[in-house]
C-alpha cells in the first residue's frame, strides 16, 4: 500500500501496519479529514530523497527534534512515525540549507497534489521561501506602469524585458532583467525591491567624460586625445615601426625605411620636447648620427636640423620634426600668433631676429597658450633666412653718369632692417671711383663710410675700402634719396645700380 491513499477506514486503535507511506490517520475517526494527519517519516523522506536526487544534504539532514508518535501507541516503530508539522519543518530547512532543491519541491508538491494532505503539508512548508542566492526564471515582462509579479513575486524571481519602457523611473529596454530583491516585492517601487539587470553594459567613461555626454563635448575631448598624441615618435628608426604624423594619424615608413632619420643623444643631459637642434657626432654603438642643442652663437652648433617633437633621454635615441611638422603642448604664451621663430643660444627659440651669429628661422606659431601651444617647424637655410632684395636702377644704360643730388627717389615698401648694400654698373668708371650716397629724409646719409666702386671696376663688392652702414632702420614709408657724389674722370661709368639686403620688421 505504499504511497497509496486509503479513502476510508472503520474506527480502530491504528497498529503498527497501519503507518505506512501515504496513509492519513487521524487520531479519532482515522479518515482522511483528520485534522492532525500522520506520516510515516522514513518512508516519505526516502521518497523525497529519491525525487531530489543529487541535492545536498538528503542522507543525513540534521534536523532539530524529535519525530512525534500518535496518540495511540505503535508498537516500536514510534520513533518512525511524524506529524505534518514535523515534516514541514524538514522541508523548510532542506530549502535553507540547499537553495538549489526549490524548484523540484515546488514541483514535488504539484505533482502529490492528489493527498490532499501532503500537498498542503508541501505548500506551508514551501510557503514565502526563496533562497537568498536563488535565482529563479519567471518569463517574460512587458515594462507598462508596474513591476512583475502581482505583488507576491519572490526574493531571486527574475523576469525578462519583451518591450521597453519605463516603471517608477527606470528605463528598460527588450533583453534587460529585473530581479525580485525582497518576497511580496512591490509592483510600484524600484527602490529596496527590484534591481535592473541592464543588458547594454553601459560605459563609465569616454575620454575622460562621464554621465550624459553631448556630442559637443565628446567631440572636444576626442580633439584633446588626438592633440595629445600630434608630434609623437618612435624612440628609434627600424624598418617595419610606424611612425605618428603630424596631423595625429599613424602610417608605416614607405619603401621599407625609416620614419624619419633617428639621431642619438649623446650630449648627457635630456633634450626637451620644443629644443632645436643641430647635428653632432656619428654614434656607432645606436648607428645613428648625433644631435645636439642648436646654438645661433656656437661654433659647430648650427645649422638647427629640426626640433624635438618629444623629450628624448640621454643616451637614447629620437627623430627631430622637421618642416611640415607640426609640435603641441608647448608653452607659447610669449609669441603671438603667426610669430617667426629662430634659434637663439643653448637650444633656445625666440621671435627676435638675431643681429649677430647665424641667423635661421625655423618655426612658426600656430596656437598661442600656456600649455596648448602649437609650432608649425619650417626650416630655412641659416644666415640668409627671409632675406629681403630692393634693387633700383639710378640711370639708364646707356647715358653716361653725372653727379648730382636725388638722382632717385623712392619709398620703403615695407619695414626693413638693412644688412648689406652694394652697387654696380654696365660700364666701369675710369680715372677715379664712382661714389654713391643714399639718405633717408629727415636723418641724412645711411654710411658712415660711403658706397663706392673702384677704378675699372664694375661693382662695389671688389671696393678697396668697403661701405660702413650707420642706419640700417628703415620705417614703412621712409622716404629715400641717392646722390650720385662722384664719377668716374675719364669714363665715367653707365647703368648705375643700386640693391639693399635685410629683412622685414
Not at 4 to 10: C, N, Q, V
Not at 273 to 299: E, H, I, Q, R, Y
Not at 389 to 417: C, H, N, Q, Y
Amino acid at each position: 500500500m505504499a504511497d497509496t491513499k486509503i479513502s476510508a477506514l472503520t474506527s480502530a486503535t491504528p497498529a503498527d501496519a497501519d503507518y505506512v507511506a501515504g496513509v492519513d490517520v487521524s487520531d479519532t475517526t482515522q479518515s482522511p479529514g483528520g485534522s492532525t494527519a500522520r506520516f510515516l517519516f522514513s518512508a516519505i523522506w526516502s521518497y523525497i530523497s529519491g525525487k531530489l536526487g543529487a541535492y545536498a544534504p538528503l542522507a543525513s539532514p540534521a534536523f532539530t527534534g524529535a519525530p512525534t508518535a500518535p496518540t495511540a501507541t505503535a508498537g516500536t516503530n514510534t520513533t518512525q512515525i511524524a506529524t505534518a508539522a514535523f515534516v514541514q519543518a524538514a522541508i523548510a530547512s532542506l530549502v535553507d540549507t540547499s537553495p538549489a532543491a526549490l524548484d523540484t519541491l515546488n514541483e514535488l508538491a504539484a505533482a502529490l497534489g492528489d493527498d490532499a494532505n501532503f500537498a498542503t503539508t508541501m505548500t506551508n512548508a514551501l510557503a514565502g521561501k526563496a533562497a537568498t542566492n536563488h535565482s529563479h526564471y519567471k518569463g517574460g515582462w512587458t515594462p507598462s506602469g508596474s513591476f512583475p509579479g502581482g505583488g507576491t513575486a519572490l526574493a531571486g524571481e527574475i523576469w525578462r524585458c519583451s518591450s521597453g519602457g519605463t516603471v517608477d523611473g527606470i528605463t528598460f529596454v527588450v533583453g534587460d532583467m529585473v530581479m525580485a530583491l525582497v518576497n511580496n516585492a512591490s509592483t510600484s517601487t524600484y527602490s529596496a525591491n527590484w534591481i535592473h539587470i541592464d543588458i547594454t553594459m553601459p560605459i563609465t567613461s569616454v575620454a575622460g567624460l562621464s554621465g550624459v555626454i553631448s556630442a559637443a563635448n565628446l567631440t572636444a575631448a576626442l580633439n584633446a586625445f588626438t592633440t595629445s598624441l600630434k608630434g609623437l615618435v618612435p624612440a628609434s628608426g627600424g624598418g617595419t615601426t610606424n611612425y605618428l604624423r603630424a596631423d595625429g594619424t599613424w602610417a608605416a615608413p614607405a619603401g621599407g625605411g625609416s620614419a624619419g632619420t633617428s639621431y642619438y643623444n649623446g650630449t648627457g643631459a635630456a633634450l626637451t620636447k620644443g629644443t632645436p637642434v643641430c647635428l653632432a657626432a656619428f654614434d656607432a654603438g645606436s648607428g645613428n648620427p648625433g644631435m645636439a642643442k642648436a646654438d645661433a652663437d656656437g661654433a659647430g652648433l648650427m645649422p638647427c636640423i629640426g626640433i624635438i617633437g618629444a623629450d628624448v633621454a640621454a643616451g637614447a635615441s629620437g627623430i627631430p620634426i622637421i618642416t611640415g611638422g607640426e609640435i603641441t603642448s608647448l608653452n607659447t604664451v610669449g609669441w603671438t600668433l603667426g610669430d617667426r621663430l629662430y634659434v637663439s643660444t643653448a637650444g633656445a627659440l625666440t621671435n627676435v631676429r638675431p643681429t649677430a651669429g647665424f641667423v635661421q628661422s625655423v618655426a612658426v606659431v600656430s596656437r598661442v597658450d600656456a600649455t596648448l601651444g602649437e609650432i608649425i617647424v619650417s626650416l630655412d637655410e641659416a644666415g640668409t633666412l627671409y632675406t629681403e632684395v630692393l634693387e633700383r636702377a639710378i640711370s639708364d644704360e646707356a647715358t653716361a653718369l653725372t653727379t648730382g643730388a636725388a638722382k632717385l627717389t623712392f619709398r620703403m615698401p615695407f619695414g626693413f632692417v638693412l644688412t648689406g648694400i652694394r652697387a654696380n654698373t654696365n660700364t666701369a668708371p675710369a680715372g677715379a671711383a664712382i661714389q654713391v650716397d643714399v639718405n633717408l629724409t629727415g636723418t641724412g646719409s645711411i654710411f658712415s663710410t660711403p658706397l663706392t666702386i673702384d677704378d675699372g671696376e664694375k661693382t662695389s663688392v671688389t671696393a678697396a675700402t668697403p661701405a660702413v652702414i650707420s642706419t640700417t632702420t628703415l620705417a614703412d614709408d621712409a622716404e629715400i634719396t641717392v646722390d650720385i657724389d662722384q664719377v668716374g674722370s675719364t669714363t665715367p661709368g653707365k647703368g648705375l645700380k643700386l640693391v639693399m639686403y635685410g629683412y622685414r620688421t
